[in-house]
């Protein structure tokens, strides 16, 4: 678990924010920037970023670009949210680290900076329980998903050599049956390897075991026997 050296709160507030004096109140190491002045600053290690709620930042169609390149940089949660205009679960799984609310009291404020700070993230119970749930009663359905997606990235010839891997062809043979190099072979399968996430043709067997991947009509899975 990352804990931060410091806190960084984004307001347009010309003044310090409320949020960056309690902050300040129970020693946590702080600055306040505007976000156009920030995203000027070059990336550090160890940085909080809380940002004060836009109305565009998180809708139901998820995290505006500008928050997404903010998120890119930095560990972020956003401060002084309206509980009517956000979604917590798209908030989470958009990679939020918290949200802290306008109507909050100070001390649940002050809790949820030091929480944050040392590295956990801050949801209510129920959305945090709502994600776990997610997490161990629908693994398969995630799987699913994610591998048809990686299923769609593949090209029609990267199909055709996962075929041939499947049934035991090495590189050369690979070049021969396709008639292409083996150099371009090579070039290929480690394309294959990344947008499968397999390490090696083992890894690779084990995702096509795992996958509905249809090639030329017919069930790739089918050729491993």
């Known amino acids: 678990m990352e804990r931060f050296s410091k806190l960084i709160i984004l307001s347009e507030r010309q003044q310090l924010h409320n949020t960056a ?6 020693g946590i190491k702080m600055q306040q920037y505007s976000r156009s002045d920030f995203m000027q600053q070059s990336v550090k290690s160890g940085v909080l970023v809380g940002c004060q709620f836009n109305s565009q ?3 139901k169609k998820g995290v505006s670009s500008e928050l997404a390149m903010l998120m890119q940089r930095y560990p972020t949660f956003i401060f002084q949210a309206e509980r009517a205009l956000i979604d917590p ?7 939020l680290r918290g949200l802290i609310y306008r109507d909050e009291q ?6 949820a900076l030091k929480t944050l700070m040392s ?17 161990i009663n629908k693994p398969k359905k995630l799987n699913s998903e994610v591998t048809a ?3 769609a990235q593949l090209t029609r010839q990267e199909k055709r050599i996962i075929s041939l891997v499947a049934e035991g062809a ?12 083996a150099h371009t072979v090579k070039a290929h399968l480690s394309a294959i390897f990344r947008k499968t996430q397999a390490r090696n043709r083992v890894e690779l067997l084990r995702w096509l075991q795992q996958s509905n991947l249809i090639i ?5 899975v089918a050729r491993l026997a």
């Open 21 to 26: 004096m309690l902050a300040q109140s129970v």
């Open 57 to 59: 930042d998180l809708t």
């Open 89 to 95: 679960t798209i908030a989470v799984h958009s990679g």
């Open 106 to 111: 100070l001390d649940r404020v002050l809790t």
């Open 119 to 135: 590295g956990q993230l801050y949801y209510s119970r129920t959305v945090m329980s709502d994600v776990v749930d997610l997490l």
């Open 149 to 151: 997606a990686t299923s």
């Open 170 to 181: 090495r590189n050369k043979e690979i070049a021969l049956m396709l008639n292409i190099s």
């Open 216 to 220: 030329e009509g017919q069930p790739a």
